[in-house]
């Protein structure tokens, strides 16, 4: 069955430390996108990728950056510069079209100790 | 910039009752809109999505949603609520109007249903 995957479940980071979170996709979807979702305040976007080797900031992009080298996969990395990483990440891709809706990985929690 | 708002941030029905989750959206020109639900640690299931064929739309679930252009509004409603909704619920805009292509979502609702 087609669908998005997001490994691990579940992560724990030290203080100072990068860490990368992994998004892959076998539905053959050209655009991904990475959100983040904290109590309260729904989701937050953070980087988009609408074709293979690009990629744009959204709203939240300072502390991650991203890569699109291949279409299946879009890694999101947490860097030691971003300053309140404890969050829920949500991977999600989409056909092209702005009226598509998205399909949601099962997501990542981030826990920083 | 475009966004959406969601009245509500905890919404409580009994079993059987109408639901109802409240969407306004800030747009000069209609947008594309869509209503997501999320189960505890899992991520969004698309429910339905407004793109300008019909104003009343209908999704999986027994959920539909009526668009609004004189009221800026896209509210979710269910005739009869379940326990099995028991969610939190997102409203999203995707705007026409600009360069952004990424989903805007509201703050969400996070729906109770009492026995």
């Known amino acids: 069955d087609g669908g998005i995957t997001q490994s691990p479940k579940y992560l724990f980071r030290k203080e100072g430390q990068n860490v990368t979170l992994s998004c892959e996709q076998n539905?053959?979807?050209?655009?991904m996108y990475w959100y983040r979702q904290d109590p309260g305040q729904g989701l937050r976007l953070i980087y988009y990728?609408?074709?293979?080797?690009?990629?744009q900031k959204g709203d939240i992009a300072e502390g991650y950056s991203v890569s699109r080298e291949k279409k299946e996969s879009f890694p999101l990395t947490v860097t030691s510069a971003q300053k309140n990483p404890t969050a829920f990440y949500l991977c999600?891709?989409?056909?092209?079209?702005?009226?598509?809706?998205?399909?949601f990985g099962s997501g990542t929690r981030l826990t920083v100790v | 910039a475009q966004s959406v708002t969601q009245l509500g941030s905890h919404v409580s029905v009994s079993e059987g009752a109408l639901v109802l989750l409240r969407c306004n959206y800030s747009?000069?020109?209609?947008?594309?809109l869509f209503w997501y639900v999320q189960y505890p640690n899992q991520g969004l299931q698309l429910l339905l999505k407004?793109?300008?064929?019909?104003?009343l739309v209908k999704g999986i679930n027994g959920f539909e949603a009526e668009f609004k252009k004189s009221e800026t509004s896209f509210h979710l409603t269910k005739p009869s609520a379940h326990m099995s909704d028991a969610a939190e619920y997102f409203c999203?805009?995707?705007?026409?109007?600009?360069?952004?292509?990424?989903?805007?979502f509201g703050s969400g609702t996070r729906l109770q249903v009492q026995p």
């Open positions: 999600a891709s989409s056909m092209p079209g702005q009226h598509n809706g998205y399909t």
């Open positions: 539905l053959n979807h050209d655009a």
């Open positions: 990728s609408q074709i293979v080797n690009d990629f």
């Open positions: 747009s000069s020109v209609p947008p594309y």
């Open positions: 407004y793109t300008s064929a019909a104003t």
């Open positions: 999203a805009v995707n705007p026409v109007e600009t360069g952004r292509r990424a989903l805007t």
